[in-house]
């Protein structure tokens, strides 16, 4: 059975940094085709794309956020750990831990989806 | 702004067809595969159609996707209560170096 869960402060201030952990289990990230990564919520709105660790420990980020962003991985822990700096109000959201999947007949870090989804946790920023 | 254009607002009754369009251009969609994910309220979205029209195991095939050039559609075929929820596209986007999301299409059953 395939579980991922995030874990982190949910409440931070402006300008501080927020660390968010993702401890999955079921699969490895070892494994051929898998990543893991993040997309966050805000309150009533759309679903935006931030990180994603791959399986050959290739990593890519959200051009947007890229600066703000840093994503590793602990192999001992089954854990993926994404940091994020400077947060500001707007960054208020919930933010979901997800496994993704390479696509048969695919190769290149484009090929996934995301197949499975942690939770999610609710990350305020306020001072 | 999303990079995706979906209606808002979709609606049906029971046992009803209705059907879910999800816009893009030449540098999404028109070159990449579409995935499509159902977010019932108040919990994680859940992966429901992904390479265009492949459900994965456990989606009812009263679910189905397809695309046609810069755009792809959802269908919900034999519509049920527990149908309504919000339903997001998305896929690679070429020109952001990144997965791109429709806005959303929050679904009433009637």
């Known amino acids: 059975q395939i579980t991922l869960k995030e874990s982190g402060p949910t409440l931070v201030k402006p300008t501080q940094t927020l660390t968010l952990t993702c401890t999955f289990s079921g699969f490895s990230l070892s494994t051929s085709g898998v990543g893991v990564g993040w997309i966050r919520q805000p309150p009533e709105k759309a679903l935006q794309w931030l990180a994603l660790f791959y399986w050959d420990d290739d990593k890519r980020y959200s051009p947007s956020l890229k600066s703000r962003l840093t994503i590793t991985k602990d192999t001992s822990k089954n854990q993926v750990v994404l940091t994020m700096t400077n947060m500001d109000p707007v960054d208020t959201a919930t933010y979901y831990c997800v496994l993704a999947r390479r696509r048969a007949s695919c190769s290149g870090g484009r090929c996934y989806y995301f197949e499975y989804w942690g939770q999610g946790t609710l990350v305020t920023v306020s001072s | 702004q999303s990079v995706l254009t979906q209606p808002p607002s979709a609606s049906g009754t029971p046992g009803q067809r209705v059907t879910i369009s999800c816009s893009g251009s030449t540098s999404n969609i028109g070159r990449e595969t579409v995935i499509w994910y159902q977010q019932l309220p108040g919990t994680a979205p859940k992966l429901l159609i992904y390479?265009?029209?492949q459900r994965p195991t456990g989606v009812p095939d009263r679910f189905s996707g397809s695309k046609s050039g810069t755009s792809a559609s959802l269908a919900i075929s034999g519509l049920r209560s527990e149908d309504e929820a919000d339903y997001y596209c998305s896929t690679w986007g070429d020109s952001l170096n990144g997965w791109v999301f429709g806005g959303g299409t929050k679904l009433t059953v009637l």
């Open positions: 390479n265009d029209n």
